[in-house]
């Protein structure tokens, strides 16, 4: 009868748990069969994506900001902490053993009055193990690799996002550059306008007003080009930073509009779930709390401790060493800890249920995104199309503007809208590249870009 009490007592304390919380049903996640744009199924992601743009340049400033970009270090040294975090819970299933010895010398006086030294001294090992008999410890190691594989997905999203930054980032670079060489060359010819205008108004072929609009369309089109090379020093500034360097010139290799548009193929929406480095990480932190509440709820049972000592005694008074040795162990349930331990197993499950919600809103943010995306892949081209429609409409307009003006068939004001009307579409035209290349790196972000595939 004696040995089935410790069980009796097991039995009795794991009703003081209470049954085990379970996940809210609200924080289920199902993924849909298909994406909305109804992009097709492809294969796996390159992990170095960035490859595909087809440019050295932008090849070399994404792995620069991998390889020395601050973010990245911070996160690897959070992977460091994790894994000891993760050897430390393992070493506590593990029996611990220590070694101590003592020794002293004294003097006494005996029943007839004389002094008597004694040197006396004692070398002993201690071997203890808790035997984790409902896995309490178990729970706790299992906790904490869960958030090693956190850390890992989260070290793995950090550089997925420095990667995107720098590509993007370098992309937008080239836009400026672009919209720059844009604007100085309608500054040239509006310049030429401008000296045409002054002659015919010398002349007396123009009137004061012709002159005047065409001085104020150059100096439009001049008070841009200073707040161009601004965006583009801020831009190169803020690329040298993420690459772990001071502010500098960033080195270029290709214009904008000879970068290669990558072709995305995106997986299935399942497949996210598994290819996505922040979607992995919410799903092993809710491993992580989830193990957390079965640690919670083991702290209700009884624990037993094994433990053992060996070592000898030696002294003046002997003739000769003494073995001495211990061995015991002890089984300690807690009967009442104030609702401490209700109230550690209430917090656990409510921190499992956090990291539940936290994991379904992960994930549609991940939908989201993808589905952002590909619907800008998919819009983008065709703005693009458009816009080279319009650019070219806009050019013959102007070739038949200035025919009419230089033949006097029609005032210099319908040039200038012309003019302005092409440097629009030319503007827009660099911009709606530059809408394509970086809603290509998004999408390759969005799809987890290869690290979890």
């Known amino acids: 009868m004696k040995p089935a009490l410790p069980l009796l007592s097991a039995a009795l304390l794991s009703g003081c748990a209470g049954p085990r919380p379970e996940t809210p049903l609200s924080a289920a996640v199902v993924a849909p069969a298909a994406w909305r744009d109804g992009a097709a199924a492809g294969g796996r992601l390159d992990p170095a994506w960035w490859n595909r743009f087809g440019e050295p340049a932008l090849t070399a400033i994404v792995a620069r900001a991998l390889d020395r970009n601050l973010d990245v270090a911070i996160a690897a040294t959070r992977v460091e902490e994790a894994r000891a975090q993760f050897a430390a819970a393992r070493g506590a299933q593990l029996p611990s053993a220590s070694a101590s010895a003592s020794g002293a010398r004294e003097r006494t006086v005996n029943a007839f009055g004389e002094g008597a030294d004694q040197t006396a001294g004692q070398v002993q090992l201690s071997v203890s193990y808790d035997a984790d008999l409902f896995g309490r410890l178990r729970n706790a190691t299992a906790a904490a690799r869960a958030d090693l594989l956190a850390t890992r997905a989260g070290r793995d999203g950090v550089r997925l996002a420095v ?11 080239l836009a400026l550059d672009a919209r720059l060489e844009v604007l100085r060359a309608t500054l040239d010819a ?3 306008s401008l000296r045409l205008a002054q002659r015919r108004t010398e002349a007396g072929y123009s009137a004061s007003l012709e ?6 369309d150059f100096r439009a089109t001049e008070q841009q080009i200073p707040i161009t090379e601004l965006a583009i020093r801020r831009q190169e500034n803020g690329l040298s930073v993420l690459t772990g360097d001071e502010p500098a010139s960033v080195a270029r290799g290709r214009p904008l509009g000879e970068l290669a548009l990558p072709v995305v193929e995106a997986t299935v929406p399942a497949d996210l779930l598994r290819a996505r480095p922040d979607v992995v990480q919410a799903e092993e932190q809710v491993v992580a709390a989830d193990q957390r509440l079965d640690a919670a709820r083991a702290a209700f049972l009884p624990s037993l401790q094994l433990g053992a000592t060996g070592g000898i005694a030696l002294s003046t008074l002997l003739r000769s060493p003494i073995d001495v040795f211990q061995l015991g162990g002890s089984i300690l349930a807690p009967l009442f800890q104030g609702g401490r331990l209700r109230a550690q197993s209430d917090a656990a499950a409510a921190r499992r249920d956090q990291a539940a919600f936290a994991y379904r809103r992960t994930v549609l943010d991940a939908f989201r995104e993808v589905e952002d995306a590909l619907a800008e892949q ?11 429609k319009q650019r070219a409409a806009v050019a013959t307009a102007l070739r038949h503007a200035i025919n009419r003006f230089d033949a006097g068939y029609s005032p210099y004001l319908e040039q200038l809208d012309a003019q302005r009307s092409l440097l629009s579409a030319d503007l827009a035209l660099v911009q709606a590249r530059s809408d394509r290349l970086s809603a290509a790196v998004r999408l390759f972000q969005a799809l987890g870009g290869g690290l979890g595939a």
Not at 378 to 388: D, G, H, I, V
């Open 378 to 388: 998919k819009r983008y081209a065709e703005q693009e199309a458009a816009l080279t």
């Open 163 to 173: 990667a995107a930054s720098a590509a993007g980032g370098y992309v937008a670079l």
């Open 211 to 216: 002159l005047a609009q065409a001085e104020g």
């Open 190 to 192: 509006r310049r030429a």
